[in-house]
Each structure stands twice: as C-alpha cells, then as structure tokens.
C-alpha cells in the first residue's frame, strides 16, 4: 500500500510538472507571439515612416545657409550641453505680387516675409513656444543699420533675417521653416477642414467671406484668406497674427488626432499636398523632423504656449515708414529666458496680454 501511495505521488508530481511545462510553454508561444506581432508591426511602421521621409525629401524644398567666415564667426555660440531648439518659422505671401513663388521655395528670397514665429523647444521636450514677431518691428540689420524686420529678407535674404533676430536675442537660431501661404489652403483641405474659434467679426477684404464670431470651419480659399487678412482689423498685423496661431494650433490638433494618424492614405495625401510648399534648411530633413516628433511624442495643442512679442508702440521713421518700436526691456528678458531654456518663468511673470 505505501508503495502504490509512493507511486501515485510520483506520478502526480511528474503531471503537476508536465502541467506546469505545457503551461511555460503556451506562456512562451503566446509571447513569441505577441513579440512577433510587435516587430511586425513596428516594421511596417518603419516602412511606411520611412517611405513618407523619403516622399517628403523629394516633394519639399531645401535652403542653403551659407554664411561668410566673418558672419559665422560674429553668430552666437551655443553652448554644447544645451538640447533646446530653435527654429524661425516664416510664412511667405505671394498673393499681391507677380511671382508664382518659386525664388521663395529655393531659397533665393528678394523679397519680405509677412509672418515670422520663433518657435522655442525646451530641452526636456515638454512643451512647444511660438513667439510671433510683427514684421514692422525696427530693429537694427547687420550692415544696413534700422529698420523695419522683415526688410532684412529683402537685403539679404533667409541668413540676414537669422543674423538679425540671433543679434536681437544674443541667441543662435538652430533651424529655419518656412511656408508659403498657399500652404495654409492646401493643407485645410487635405485635413478635411480645420475649425477656430473667431473673436473678431469680418469680412476679407476684396472678397464676400464673411467669418463670424465664434466658431468658424475653415478649408481651402476660406483659410487662406483668414490667415491673410489685417486690413480688416484695428491692431492690423497683431491680429493677422493671431489668427494665423489660431489656425495653426487647429490644423496641428487635428493632424495629431487619430483619425489622422491611424489614416495612411490621409497622411500620404497631407504630404503629397502639403511639402511643396514647405522649405527647410539643409540640416533640417524628413529624418530628423521624425526624430524631433518621437520626442516630442506627448506634446499636443495643450502644450503649446503661443503669443506675440510685446512691442513699445507705434512710430515713424525718417523714411515717414509707420513702425512699431521694439521693447527694450522684453528683448532683453526673452533672450535670458532662451538662453537659460525658460520661457515658462518668462510668461509666468510676463503674461501676454489679451491672449
């Protein structure tokens, strides 16, 4: 009897084990799987991220930043250990000249930009800035002594605009983006319409669009003119900034939504339609846009602080050129806070008006 007992245990114990190997068994093949189905899909993400850059390099335009020895020497240094970025983001409109806008997309602007955004990324990627400067500030242009910001597109083209918000700012700019406005129309449309909400009641001018207080669709014509228009506007440039922030946070939220994102034929389309009319400087290319996007993962619209540069009031030159007059005191403290990477105690203590 105890010899049966003995037995029966053994052979339960050997079928508890074999039980418990068919169980590490299944657990293995259920991770192998899931393993496999991971790569799978990380490498088809892969593919396809891949194949979007590759679209993106051939359709988007690349501007060269060539600078003399002696300008490259009197540009900012960066210090190494600093991870933040700064990009200058221009938008260019061709809509009252006679060009189709391709000097502007090589690179070979003669012409001015009527947006500019300093946008600031902090080292720990938590949060995106977008500074707006109105394009009449007057400020000093290497070489060409005052005068109005966007002028220095006209006398030097992309590097002397650099040079001259760097000098405004002792503070190197690491990247330049720029969008011709048409941009604005196409990529409302590919996204299906983008949708602000508008606190000024008008009409563009020249045109019967008529855009409401409150919330407002906008796609295609509709947008372009929207991000256009000041002459409809008291504060002119400062609203036309405004709204061009608001439609950019909009079209941003709805690219990084879902139904965006998890749509590749949507996203094939948005950049298909979109990078022509996108230009970047040569260090700035689809794979280390993709690489900013990765740490900039869990960024959305609700991180992103967007305000226009406080200005000293409105003036003529001796040119009898109306002007608005830089702020000594917030060029000084935007620089220090680019500099030490904090532009949150910067608009902590400096909150910007109205916005």
Request: with cysteine; aromatic share 8%.
């Amino acid at each position: 009897m105890k010899k049966d007992a003995r037995e029966s245990t053994l052979f339960a114990s050997r079928s508890a084990r074999k039980e418990v190997e068919r169980k590490k068994k299944r657990t293995r093949n259920v991770l192998v799987a899931v393993v496999a189905t991971m790569l799978i899909c990380v490498l088809g993400a892969g593919y396809f991220v891949f194949d979007l850059q590759r679209q993106f390099n051939s359709k988007s335009n690349s501007l060269s930043l060539a600078f003399s020895d002696s300008d490259q020497e009197a540009r900012p240094v960066k210090d190494p250990d600093d991870k933040s970025m700064n990009v200058l983001m221009l938008g260019v409109d061709h809509a009252d000249d006679d060009s189709d806008g391709s000097a502007a997309l090589s690179g070979a602007v003669e012409q001015r930009s009527d947006s500019m955004m300093l946008v600031h990324i902090p080292e720990n990627r938590s949060q995106i800035y977008v500074m707006s400067m109105v394009r009449d500030m007057y400020v000093d242009i290497p070489g060409y002594g005052k005068n109005k910001l966007n002028a220095a597109v006209s006398f030097g083209g992309v590097p002397l605009l650099m040079q001259t918000v760097e000098g405004m700012f002792d503070t190197k700019i690491d990247h330049i983006a720029m969008v011709d406005f048409e941009g604005f129309k196409e990529l409302s449309t590919a996204l299906g319409g983008v949708t602000v909400e508008n606190e000024i009641p008008f009409t563009a001018n020249d045109t019967d669009y008529f855009y409401p207080e409150g919330t407002v669709d906008l796609e295609g014509d509709r947008a372009l003119r929207f991000v256009r228009e000041r002459k409809s506007f008291t504060n002119g440039d400062y609203q036309r900034v405004a709204n061009q922030r608001k439609f950019i946070a909009a079209a941003a939220n709805k690219l990084l939504s879902a139904d965006t994102l998890t749509n590749p034929v949507k996203l094939y389309d948005i950049v298909d339609t979109v990078s022509p009319y996108l230009t970047f400087d040569e260090d700035f290319d689809a794979a280390t846009l993709v690489g900013l996007g990765m740490q900039l993962k869990n960024v959305d619209t609700n991180n992103m602080e967007m305000f226009t540069m406080p200005t000293a009031g409105t003036s003529v030159d001796g040119r009898g050129q109306s002007i608005e007059l830089a702020s000594e005191k917030a060029v000084a403290q935007i620089g220090e806070a680019l500099r030490t990477d904090n532009l949150a105690k910067y608009l902590k203590e400096n909150p910007p008006e109205g916005e």
